[in-house]
């Protein structure tokens, strides 16, 4: 059984894929060249399933950060002998800078290892297993590294060290000094392309250095914000950056799958993919952290993804990386799952729910980047059109709204709060659209769904807005109505929700559940980060800073210690859960952090130009 906590991995990133390394520095995670194709390690989920670790042969101390303005993590090895620094990276193009930042990634895996005191025996352990760990390659020494042949996968570990091979395993030992250093890498190709070379110690090197120059001209120009948590806010926007596909700007939710939101209950979900309804979010991070041109070739993609399907069916709520519409899921019954948390998923079954909060999202993506919708082509226009129209068409039908519950359908709140969304942002952006002569249409209906939230969303016995119609159960998504500009948070009712959902769904922590209703699934999962930094925001956007600031710093306190969030917290023990590092989070702290250095008083505070919805 795999046992390694979720907060001892950290992310490395090419802007293509991912890989978690463990605080004891074993890659026990990567997906090459796309984040959603199969892994070849994979211990994260079953011990048997490959690993690459690089650690000392002995106990020691362990100390890790990432390099300022980077996404290249650093683990320091202290020994009772001496220290040793390994550096590891997923490779950029040599000389790529800023917005192209991962555009020519090669697929190779960078480890560099250096001894700043002492001597240290350090001990290599390689166990590739391609295709979820259903693959035991072949190993064959080749000079200067060893080749590693199994399915359609074929990897190449670059490696001046002397490995003992067994037939799909490596190992060896290197005893370094002060001042020594050796670099090994790992490249990814397929069995239908040649075999790469090995590389060279000097090759290994220069990649590196043009790796981390290239994440710090990637910040230098994208890291504007200067409020409070100010470090915190420029590493969550490469978090973000990091789990982004750079060739078509779309961003995943979480680079991993099925790491549970409850331990042995099975829900276990694969992440791998980017939700429509991130979109609006998100851009409101990248604005905040980043800058427009990222959010802009963002929204073209998911425009073009989504095109595809509106009104003859839903919008689709997901979709793979490229593009795909097809995200069939389907069970790996040969791994354990993370502590035994059975099944282990691929693909995402929730790709075929209605879920009418989409077309809010996706509108309101596009009101945020109105300043640039004259670059899209007619066609982008004619489809925003046909998105609001079917919101209109469509508000009042039930769906399974924004948490996915696999139940029978409910009118949710948060979806009609989204339809309201779509009609708002696309009256604001008729002239744009060339759609004038839809906005007395758009209007009515926008009314209608007001009315129809302000007096069936409200639940008098609750006291607060509720999760659907007729409800009378809590859901954080009602903090989303002043979020998006349905109501201002100083609304009495809106308040009233506020304190509500912070008095009645939150755990002795302090963090906010996501809801408390039975959603017919087993297991009770953990509270949801994402959903207690809306809270923050919430309080921020009441006029309650010092509030807000406490429950803010109550989130901040789960990230691990290189700055990470997963989804969920578990509220019996406090560690995180579910799939890492969770953009969703991050891009909740983000906003939460920007709409209370805008709550706070602060002479000549300086902010990220345009950036923010205005309290």
Known sequence: MTSTAITDYA???????????SRDGSVDWLCPRRFDRPSVFARLLDERAGHW?????GDARIGRRYLEGTMVLETTFETATGRVALLDAMAVGPDERGHELGRGSPGVLLRRLRCLDGTVDMRIEYRPRPEYGLVHPLLVPVDGGVVARGGADLLVLSSPLPLELLRTSAGGTIRLSAGAGVCVTLEHATTSEPVPPPWSQQAAEERIEATIRGWRTWSEIHQAYEGPW???????GRVLQALT?????????APTTSLPEA??????????????RDASLTLEALWVAACPDEAHRFFAWMAAAAAARVHDDDLQIMFGVGGEHDLTERELGHLAGWRESRPVRVGNGAWKQRQLDVY???????????DQLGSLDRATQDFLVEVADTAADRWEESDQGIWEVRGEPRHFLHSKLMCWVALDSAIELADQLGAGDHVERWDGTRRRIREAIETRGWSE???????SFGSRDLDASALLLPLAGFLPATDPKVRATIDAIDSRLTDDRG??????????????????????FWLAQALAEAGEPDRARHKFEQALAYANDVGLLSEEVDPETGALLGNFPQAFSHIGLINAAWAISQAEPAPGRAGAAGTGRTP
């Open 461 to 467: 016995s609750a006291g607060a807005f509720t999760q």
């Open 53 to 57: 670790s690089l650690r000392p042969a």
């Open 360 to 370: 809010g999202e996706l509108l309101s993506a596009a009101r945020r980047l109105r």
């Open 230 to 236: 100010r470090d915190v806010v420029h590493h969550s």
């Open 263 to 276: 331990v042995g209950a099975g829900r276990n979900w694969d992440y791998r993919y980017t939700w429509v």
């Open 511 to 532: 963090l906010v559940y996501r809801y408390r209703s039975h959603d017919g699934l087993e297991g009770e999962e953990g509270t949801f980060l994402v959903c207690t």
């Open 245 to 253: 596909y750079q060739p078509t700007g779309a961003i995943v939710a």
């Open 11 to 21: 992310l490395i990133s090419d802007c293509r894929s991912a890989a978690l390394v």
